[in-house]
């Protein structure tokens, strides 16, 4: 979901640094790295996005299917952590040199990084989190995109709030999103959809804060639709938007949480639109441990997986409203509910 765009400078020097690092490494195995290490453990390489791991969301959960598989699937596991987009294919580089199995990038805005290492190190696995391969340049055969349904859970999370705005005679939601970018606007599109279908009057504000680590931004933008009458604010903007659920906080409004089962936060939380990116992380590790790496093609997770799912709700909500969204949950699973948005004008 998040990330920093690569602009065409940044990514022609880090092309550059690519084609200096060489060849070395290019096949997927154990054995001895460009580091001199030798293990008899597969090892697979997490490249985080610029927001590092402490976000509470997106990144951490990517670390937790990481370390997941380290304890049950026996390999070892590293992270390459990126600092800026810079960073992205000099760490998609060493882990390839470094012989790992797959290299998993996390995030939207590696797409352009992943097709250049993936053009120039044909043998090894590599995934991307948030990316379809089929729009990667070049479409390597030997990247795997890892795509969710975000629209499905930003559905059921704005058909909550819409029954909650309907109920008290409220009418106004909003939501922030780090950028506007395809996997953001299908969590808002979903979000906004569902709210209407609940509550066909509900006022829709939304804003884009351009950043996914400065939570002050977040917040700025979450305080500007409340006091334009939002009484629940949807996250949707990474380590960032816990700055809206701050907002939350401090208005005594509900906010809504992204990726992670956000509940903890605090009572303001109303719930979380949750995508497993840990079990995403996971499942592609298992796949090339078994030989079943499908290169070319995409991870698709949705309701019906389990790939997404709303997290805890507050226990404040009405029992009646919790069992409203849980019958659509079911509906949108079995295909009665279809043709989701996944674009915001």
């Known amino acids: 979901m998040k990330g920093r765009t690569l602009g065409a400078g940044a990514f022609l020097g880090a092309t550059v640094a690519i084609l200096a690092a060489g060849c070395g490494g290019g096949s997927a195995g154990t054995g001895t790295d460009a580091a001199g290490r030798s293990s008899a453990k597969p090892l697979v390489v997490l490249v985080t996005d610029a927001g590092q791991l402490n976000d509470h969301g997106f990144n951490q959960l990517a670390y937790d299917g990481l370390k997941r598989a380290q304890r049950r699937l026996g390999i070892d596991g590293e992270v390459y952590q990126s600092n800026s987009a810079q960073d992205y294919i000099p760490n998609l580089a060493r882990a390839a040199q470094n012989h790992a199995v797959l ?3 996390v995030g939207f805005d590696q797409a352009n990084a992943i097709a250049a290492a993936a053009k120039k190190f044909p043998k090894t696995h590599f995934a991307i989190i948030d ?18 349904r975000e629209q499905e859970v930003g559905y059921l999370a704005g058909y909550l709030s819409g029954l909650l705005e309907n109920r008290k005679g ?29 509550d066909p009057g509900v006022k829709l504000l939304n804003a884009y804060s351009q950043d996914w680590v400065d939570q ?8 500007d639709e409340i006091a334009q009458g939002a009484n629940i ?8 938007g816990l700055g809206v659920l701050d907002a939350a906080k401090e208005k005594q409004v509900w906010g809504i949480g992204v990726d992670a089962d956000q509940s903890y936060l605090g009572p303001q939380v109303l719930t979380s639109a949750m995508k497993r990116v840990d079990n995403s992380v996971y499942d592609a590790i ?9 290169g070319g093609t995409n991870l698709v997770f949705s309701l019906v997986n389990e790939g997404v799912g709303l997290g805890k709700i507050s226990p404040t909500v009405p029992k009646a409203d919790v069992l409203k969204v849980q019958a659509i949950a079911k509906q949108i699973a079995a295909g009665t509910i279809s043709a989701i948005p996944t674009t915001v004008p």
């Open 170 to 198: 409220a009418n106004t939601i909003g939501s922030v999103g780090g950028q506007k970018q395809p996997p953001v606007d299908r969590y808002i599109a979903g979000y906004q959809a569902g709210a209407r279908k609940a």
């Open 233 to 240: 604010v949807f996250q949707v903007a990474g380590g960032c």
């Open 286 to 294: 298992q796949q090339v441990l078994t030989g079943k790496f499908h």
């Open 131 to 148: 990316v379809d391969q089929a729009t990667l340049p070049g479409k390597p055969k030997n990247v795997e995109g890892i795509v969710f």
């Open 103 to 105: 290299v998993i990038s």
């Open 216 to 223: 002050t931004k977040c917040k700025v933008a979450a305080l």
